[in-house]
Structure formats: C-alpha cells, structure tokens
C-alpha cells in the first residue's frame, strides 16, 4: 500500500513539471488571436516584397550573349540605370588591293637650259641655229678609212666617216684667225663633263679667267671633251651653240653638247684624227 501511494506520488510530480513545458513549446506555434475594438476594423497584413528573378540576374556579357539569351533585346542592364541600346553592328572596310605601279622607263637625265644653248631668263636672245649644221649621214668620197674623223675647218664640219662612201657630218666652230691649225692626231683621253684649267697664254690674254672651274654646265669644255695627242686641243662640246659655224676658239674644236655625247659614243681612244 505504501509503495502504490509513492508510484502515484511521483506520477503527480512528473505530470505537474512536465505540463508548463509542453504548454511553452505549443505557444511557440500558436498565434494569439486578434483582438477587435468596437470601432476599428482588421486591416489586411501588408504584402510582402516581391523579388523579381531578373533583376537578381548578372549582366551575360556585353549585351550580345544578352541579345541571344536574355528578355532585354540587346540592351546591357545595370542596376539603377535606363537600359542602353548596343550600337549597330558596323562592318571593317573591305581590304583593297594595292595598286601596284607600272615599270619605271629608264629616262636618260634633262641637261639644264644653259648647258643647251638656250638663253636663262633675263638674258638676251641668241642667234639662231642654222639647220645645216645639224648632225646628218651624207655621202663621203675621200680617202679616209672608216672610223676615221675629219675636220674640215674651212668649212666648219667635222665628218665620222662610216664607210661604204658614207659619213656622219656635224657642225663645228674652229679657232679664231691666228689659231686654226691643220694635221693628223689621234684621240689620246676622254672625259666626260671635263675640268677645265686655262693654259698660261689663255690667262695672259684674258686674266679675268678662273685659274680652274669644275666640270659641268657653265664649264666651257661642254658635256664631253676628246683630247688630241700631246696638244692643249681638243675635241669638246660647248653651252653656246650659237658659235657653231664661226671662227670662235684658240684651236680646239667645238660641237653643240648634244653632237659631242654622240660622237663621244662612237669613237674610242686611238681614233685618227686628220684636221685640215
């Protein structure tokens, strides 16, 4: 009897501890009802805050994968601020073929105007060329071999005879009266644009000569120059064609420089020179 009242004893303790727990743990997930005022209504909880997908979604990469993929056609999203439009897709030029230029044509080198002949601006007229003393094939009867070269000096025409009784003529001026001369030489140099150093009786007649000038288009000796044996003469051209055809020089011969460079091509060194 005395064990069944201590078993009941302590089923009573374990209930009454036991009760104010469970009842704590149910409060946890009951809501306590609402309470209503005579004058006030139950207003309706507020919505909750609605989080779009989209909006929590990254930008995919510089709007195309963004065209491709996303809702937004074409535009870069960013947050806070308007949607941008992807600029039009603008094609690179077309490569062009380089136009490649035409050969150049080798052009033999202009003489300057005073070289020619032909008068600077500012200086006066020159006597004109007379045409017969232009370079042309002409009959040859003499006696010369061809390759020879014969100075006419009377006449003024120095002849390349070519044989077959023919010969190249070209006009020439000839020296002075008291310088022409008359024999037989041979072409010992040749020079082209030759320097030019006056001999010592030159600068005794004419002391306002440079002691030396340089080859070229002022230089008196011309384009070319063919120097007759041992002699101070020469075979050359000359800037004034105009003297072509007169007693002009102190005994060299002179030709136009267009007719010096073209008999300079056809002669060698040992040419027979015969003056007459």
């Known amino acids: ?32 009802p609402v309470v209503l005022h005579p004058d ?8 909750a805050p609605v989080r779009l997908a989209s909006a929590d979604r990254p930008n995919m990469g510089g709007g195309f994968i963004e065209f491709l993929f996303g809702d ?70 003499g006696k010369e071999h061809a390759g020879t070269i014969v100075i006419d000096t009377p006449n003024k025409f120095l002849y390349l005879v070519e044989g077959n009784g023919k010969a190249l003529r070209y006009g020439i001026g000839v020296g002075r009266p008291g310088f022409a001369w008359s024999g037989i ?50 075979i050359h051209g000359s800037n004034e064609p105009w003297t072509i055809g007169t007693n002009v020089s102190s005994g060299c011969i002179r030709m136009r420089n267009e007719d010096v460079i073209d008999l300079y091509g056809r002669v060698n060194v040992g040419t027979k020179v015969v003056v007459i």
């Open 185 to 234: 030489k041979t072409i010992s140099a040749k020079k082209e644009w030759p320097d030019w150093t006056p001999p010592a009786e030159m600068l005794q007649r004419r002391p306002d000569l440079p002691r030396h000038m340089e080859g070229g288009p002022q230089n008196p000796l011309g384009a070319r120059a063919m120097y007759l044996g041992s002699t101070l003469y020469r």
């Open 72 to 141: 937004r056609q074409g535009q870069d999203y960013q947050e806070g601020q308007p949607y941008r439009q992807q600029p039009a897709y603008q094609p690179l030029p077309s490569y062009q073929q380089p136009s490649y230029r035409q050969p150049m044509v080798y052009q033999a080198p202009m003489m300057p105007p005073q070289a020619m002949g032909q008068p600077m601006m500012g200086e006066p007229a020159r006597p004109a060329f007379d045409p017969k003393y232009e370079k042309q094939l002409v009959e040859y009867d």
């Open 1 to 32: 009897m005395k064990r069944m009242y201590l078993a009941l004893l302590a089923s009573a303790c374990w209930l009454g501890l036991g009760f104010p727990h469970a009842a704590a743990n149910e409060a946890e997930f009951v809501t306590d």
């Open 40 to 47: 006030q209504s139950a207003a309706p909880p507020a919505p």
